[in-house]
């Protein structure tokens, strides 16, 4: 018995997990060479999506509003971008603090650098998936979660 069998078929949320521990597996190796992981990436191309639509720095707050992770992650991942030089942040406003970030210029010349190569995974991973019906689509998810 492989270890995808353990778990039923019908369990949907263990194949939607195995899929997308594929995805993050995938996108972390093929990040290596920027010194970025899948999250970091995201909210580094996050934070400058936002920037550029506000036309300004934008809120820490802002980017936790935007995913699906935490206020944790967020500071935890945002710390380590701002170590890194590909953000800047401050504390702004009175009572509580708020933090205003801005992708700094290596920050963007690392996007531009990594965009491509995101792209190019994505291609490929997605392409798998196809644009089938939802029973086929579904079996696609299966083989790929086996071939995790």
Not at 11 to 32: G, I, M, N, P
Not at 41 to 56: I, K, P, Q, V
Not at 100 to 108: F, N
């Amino acid at each position: 018995m492989t270890d995808i069998e353990v778990v039923p078929t019908s369990a949907h949320w263990f194949k939607t997990w195995c899929v997308a521990s594929r995805w993050q597996r995938e996108l972390d190796a093929a990040l290596v060479p920027f010194g970025l992981a899948h999250t970091r990436y995201f909210l580094l191309h996050l934070a400058e999506r936002l920037e550029r639509l506000s036309g300004d720095a934008i809120m820490q707050r802002q980017l936790a509003n935007a995913t699906f992770l935490g206020e944790s992650a967020i500071s935890t991942a945002v710390t380590a971008l701002c170590r890194d030089g590909l953000l800047d942040r401050d504390v702004q406003g009175i009572g509580l603090p708020a933090y205003r970030i801005l992708v700094t210029d290596e920050g963007h010349a690392l996007l531009a650098r990594a965009r491509p190569v995101v792209e190019a995974v994505a291609a490929r991973f997605f392409e798998e998936f196809g644009h089938e019906a939802p029973d086929r689509a579904e079996a696609r998810v299966i083989a790929l979660a086996r071939g995790l």
